[in-house]
């Protein structure tokens, strides 16, 4: 099913209805400021592997991010020094993922790994949802796939391809193809590990 909702006014009973739906173990797949992702709730076990399965990645491995909707939200699932703060603090919401050690509040589902990649994008909607959610949502950018670019930026194909496999497409407008800034802050010092849309600051 697809969604059409406007970023700059996200429509607050819709918004409502995608939180429910993530309640009830749904899966979306929504805009970012970066490129489209499949979503879940981070407490959606079965969710998260289905997820991580439709993107054939091993679940150990597989490289899936927290959206969060604010600082608090994000200290609550992970561990971060005042230069991590003071650094997210300036970029977010903007197109980053920061790699954090997880706080023993991750779910169990969660518990195997160590680190927790955090989104925080520069797009209502999706802030909105989380925000109407409660938690943070489990995400991971759709494919990219060089010869069927429009699949991953137009909401209209990218139904056409994965909606007999979610229960909701949100048409937020034409996505990107650029990716987001992975910035590791789990070292001594914060270390960018892949270039994407945004400049650190």
């Known amino acids: 099913m697809l969604l059409k909702l406007y970023e700059d006014n996200p429509n607050p009973v819709q918004i409502r209805h995608i939180a429910e739906v993530l309640r009830h173990g749904g899966?979306?797949?929504?805009?970012?400021?970066?490129?489209y992702a499949f979503g879940c709730n981070i407490f959606n076990a079965a969710g998260v592997e289905f997820i991580a399965k439709l993107k054939e990645h091993d679940m150990?491995?597989?490289?899936?991010?927290?959206?969060?909707?604010?600082?608090?939200?994000?200290?609550?699932?992970?561990?971060?020094d005042d230069v991590d703060f003071k650094l997210m603090k300036k970029n977010l919401p903007g197109p980053f993922t920061f790699i954090l050690n997880?706080?023993?509040?991750?779910?169990?589902?969660?518990?195997?790994?160590?680190?927790?990649?955090?989104?925080?994008?520069?797009?209502?909607i999706a802030l909105a949802i989380v925000h109407e959610l409660g938690n943070p949502m489990m995400a991971?950018?759709?494919?990219?796939?060089?010869?069927?670019?429009?699949?991953?930026?137009?909401?209209?194909?990218?139904?056409?391809?994965?909606?007999?496999?979610?229960?909701?497409?949100?048409?937020?407008?034409?996505g990107r193809?650029?990716?987001?800034?992975?910035?590791?802050?789990?070292?001594?010092?914060?270390?960018?590990?892949?270039?994407?849309?945004?400049?650190?600051?």
Do not use: W
Not at 27 to 35: A, E, G, L, M, S
Not at 104 to 116: A, W
Not at 182 to 201: N, W
């Open 60 to 80: 150990r491995k597989a490289n899936l991010s927290f959206v969060c909707h604010e600082m608090s939200q994000i200290s609550e699932y992970a561990k971060m």
């Open 102 to 124: 997880g706080s023993s509040k991750l779910p169990k589902l969660f518990k195997n790994k160590k680190t927790v990649g955090i989104r925080m994008p520069k797009n209502s």
């Open 140 to 174: 991971s950018s759709i494919f990219t796939d060089e010869k069927t670019t429009e699949y991953i930026t137009d909401p209209e194909l990218i139904e056409e391809k994965y909606g007999n496999q979610v229960d909701l497409v949100i048409d937020g407008g034409m």
């Open 177 to 201: 193809l650029i990716h987001s800034t992975i910035v590791d802050c789990t070292g001594d010092e914060p270390e960018i590990v892949r270039v994407g849309a945004g400049d650190l600051v």
């Open 27 to 35: 899966i979306i797949i929504f805009p970012t400021d970066t490129v």
